[in-house]
């Protein structure tokens, strides 16, 4: 949520965020600046009856103490009076304060200076290219083909117990899915990040604090009788942490990496580009957070986004960089780095993480703060990125890693799958 003190100061520039954003209700900016001065007016007119019943509360007294009982009565009226007018102010300013905040939760987060101009993923600004497409020869068959083929995964069996969009791993399948989990943490935690193991189900508090609520109500899955909802990534339950927390500016940057199932809606996703695993209602990811001090943040996302591309390089997988331009961005980015792997077999380009930084317009919900050298309470920036979300990962691992005697298994990933082939 952006902070009301930026539409005091600099109004033009939250205008222009939200074109570059695409954003189609700048009337709402000007609303919130309306609400406001009328706000800040009534705040002032409360203060000043409050001041008012102070002053004659004292005279009061002292009037009583010189026996002058009609003046002091006739101040009593006049303090009911004052008392009744505040009482309304109040009133009118509750009602202010809540429509200010209804009208400030439905504006994005204003996209970093970085941030290309563009309405879709077209318009995204490829950073970089790294790595080259594997020549299959003779062999090229997708993920699903190749899944069938070695008994890995059984997409019919997922719709038989729950329904499209849910496959159930077996055998080697399901060891590929573990060992990539726990490389994925196993590299996190030795970069520095605390390992956690969180709640896969969040309360509407959460869930709004990092503002999968009020905009992404249609893509969760809504357990209705205890208001909870399934979580669509770690990151949710992981931010949250320090929801309501003043965090030691020494303890700066929390760094936080978590394992989690995620399910997703995706509603009205259909056709062959979502065949297999290329978009699935539940799957597994490991993910990465930030907290860090507002001066470090853009060098801490830098940080992340080279850590995912390492172990991209690891896992010996083609892949591109993109710089999100702003109409492709998510609600809550201020910049946002996508990073896409090749898939040979079917010979196109599958995302599989997102790094991003959300400045303060995550925290300034949660109320994620800490307090710096001279005293001063403020906002911590949140950050973070998946590292990695297995569906496509292992789509392409098996497209790009296929041979004719088998799927052969990345050196770094070997020690965890405890085989060289999948055969």
């Known amino acids: 949520m952006l902070p ?26 000007h609303r919130i600046i ?40 006739e101040l009593k009226a006049q303090v009911a009076s004052y008392k009744e007018q505040a009482k ?27 941030v290309p101009f563009g309405k879709t993923p077209e318009d995204n600004e490829v950073v970089r290219t790294v790595g080259t497409t594997p020549d299959l020869s003779a062999q090229k068959l997708p993920h699903w083909e190749l899944a069938a083929k070695y008994s890995l995964m059984d997409l019919e069996l997922g719709t038989k117990i729950t329904g499209a969009g849910f496959p159930v791993f077996m055998g080697q399948g399901a060891r590929l899915q573990r060992s990539l989990i726990n490389y994925f943490l196993n590299y996190n935690t030795e ?49 949250n942490i320090y929801r309501d927390t003043i965090i030691p500016e020494q303890e700066l940057p929390v760094k936080m990496t978590a394992y989690s ?24 990811k490991v993910e990465l957070v930030q907290l860090t001090h507002p001066a470090h943040s853009y060098s801490a996302l830098d940080e992340m986004v080279k850590h995912v591309e390492m172990l991209l390089q690891s896992l010996q997988l083609q892949y591109r960089i993109l710089r999100l331009c702003g109409g492709d961005m998510s609600f809550s980015s201020a910049l946002t780095y996508d990073f896409e792997v090749y898939s040979a077999a079917q010979e196109r380009w599958l995302e599989v993480s997102s790094v991003s930084n959300f400045e303060t317009f995550q925290t300034n919900r949660l109320k994620a703060r800490f307090k710096d050298s ?35 298994i990345p050196p770094a990933l070997q020690p965890y799958f405890g085989k060289e082939m999948i055969s």
């Open 191 to 239: 970069a520095g990040y605390k390992e956690v193991c969180p709640p896969f189900m969040v309360n509407e508090e959460s869930a709004f604090g990092t503002t999968q609520l009020p905009d992404k109500e249609g893509q969760m899955y809504h357990v209705t009788i205890d208001g909870f909802y399934l979580i669509p990534t770690a990151e949710v339950p992981v931010t």
């Open 34 to 73: 309306t609400i406001d001065e009328h706000r800040r007016k009534l705040q002032v007119e409360n203060e000043d009856l409050s001041a008012k019943v102070n002053n004659a509360s004292k005279s009061i007294g002292q009037l009583m103490a010189k026996g002058e009982k009609q003046q002091a009565e």
């Open 88 to 114: 309304d102010v109040a009133q009118k300013l509750a009602e202010l304060e809540t429509e200010q905040y209804n009208a400030l939760v439905q504006l994005p987060n204003m996209p970093h200076i970085s």
């Open 374 to 408: 001279n005293g001063k309470t403020q906002l911590v920036h949140s950050l973070n990125g998946s590292s990695l979300a297995l569906p496509r990962i292992i789509a392409c691992l098996l497209e790009n890693h296929q041979t004719k005697d088998g799927i052969r």
């Open 261 to 284: 199932p995620c399910f997703r809606r995706e509603a009205g996703s259909y056709g062959k580009d979502v065949r297999g695993l290329n978009r699935v209602h539940q799957f597994d």
């Open 4 to 29: 009301i003190q930026l539409f005091r100061t600099n109004k033009e520039l939250i205008l222009e965020g939200l074109t570059k954003k695409n954003f189609k209700e700048p009337e709402l900016v």
